[in-house]
């Protein structure tokens, strides 16, 4: 109970200002706009397709990281940029209550977003990708692989990319407290995100790609979106997404204990 306050007075800072929202609804149409623009250029000739059709229709995730990651160094970064934060700190001097109070007033409007985002980006890919279905039918059979919503794959992969913007969000927000610098925090993230996908792509020895793969918080984490090929990837789903809760929890971490250690 003690932390409600200070949940109270983060809040009333969140949805004072325009700049989160603006970049959340920014976020929800830029993933649902990317992912139509990917299931749209699906096409099954021949054989069928190689892709993977529910991973296609949730291409739009990759901007979105980005923009939510801005999102969660923001959270803290944006007072540290205006000295704000030694009067938050003032407010209320146990400093891990305030993370905790950011961290969940960052979360809850990041579910929300990402759960539009992703809800409509599944009905993009379901409307434009040839074949789709919304429920798995009892005796067709099809020669390749077709987006199905109600199939369990597709839920737990929709669920899953919900999740894993919402530990984007930690992550940026645990950087950010740890360097206290907005600027530095978003190349810090944008660069786990997505210059360790390429560093991993260019390592020839196949046991550490994969190894790499595996540690990486984006590609670990969208392992989540998978539901074909399955024995084939460097990391199983949940797995995967347990990898970036780990480094999202491990940086929140360390920025705890950084905030009680120095000056604000």
């Given at each position: 109970m003690l932390v409600l306050?200070?949940?109270?007075?983060?809040?009333?800072?969140?949805?004072?200002?325009?700049?989160?929202?603006?970049?959340?609804?920014?976020?929800?149409?830029?993933?649902?706009?990317?992912?139509?623009?990917?299931?749209?250029?699906?096409?099954?000739?021949?054989?069928?397709?190689?892709?993977?059709?529910?991973?296609?229709s949730l291409t739009g995730v990759l901007l979105g990281q980005a923009v939510i990651a801005v999102v969660g160094v923001l959270t803290v970064g944006s007072e540290y940029s205006t000295g704000m934060i030694g009067t938050s700190f003032i407010a209320t001097p146990r400093r891990g209550r305030v993370l905790l109070a950011k961290a969940v007033v960052l979360v809850v409007p990041v579910l929300l977003a990402g759960g539009f985002a992703v809800l409509g980006s599944l009905a993009v890919g379901w409307l434009l990708q040839p074949g789709s279905r919304l429920l798995a039918p009892s005796s067709v059979e099809v020669d390749h692989p077709v987006l199905i919503l109600g199939d369990g794959s597709t839920l737990r992969a929709g669920v899953g990319s919900v999740l894993y913007l919402a530990l984007i969000?930690?992550?940026?927000?645990?950087?950010?407290?740890?360097?206290?610098?907005?600027?530095?925090?978003?190349?810090?993230?944008?660069g786990l995100l997505f210059v360790s996908p390429i560093l991993a792509a260019v390592?020839?020895?196949?046991?550490?790609?994969?190894?790499?793969?595996?540690?990486?918080?984006?590609?670990?984490?969208?392992?989540?979106?998978?539901?074909?090929?399955?024995?084939?990837?460097?990391?199983?789903?949940?797995?995967?997404?347990?990898?970036?809760?780990?480094?999202?929890?491990?940086?929140?971490?360390?920025?705890?204990?950084?905030?009680?250690?120095?000056?604000?």
């Open positions: 306050p200070t949940m109270h007075a983060e809040w009333t800072k969140q949805r004072t200002v325009a700049g989160p929202g603006l970049l959340l609804l920014a976020m929800v149409v830029g993933t649902i706009a990317l992912s139509a623009a990917a299931s749209a250029a699906v096409s099954c000739p021949g054989a069928g397709c190689a892709a993977d059709p529910t991973k296609t969000a930690l992550l940026g927000l645990g950087i950010a407290t740890i360097v206290r610098s907005s600027a530095a925090a978003i190349g810090i993230v944008l390592v020839t020895d196949p046991d550490w790609q994969r190894h790499l793969k595996q540690i990486a918080p984006s590609n670990a984490g969208l392992a989540i979106q998978a539901t074909t090929g399955l024995n084939d990837v460097p990391i199983g789903p949940w797995a995967g997404l347990g990898v970036l809760g780990l480094w999202a929890v491990g940086a929140l971490a360390v920025g705890a204990v950084v905030l009680e250690s120095r000056d604000a």
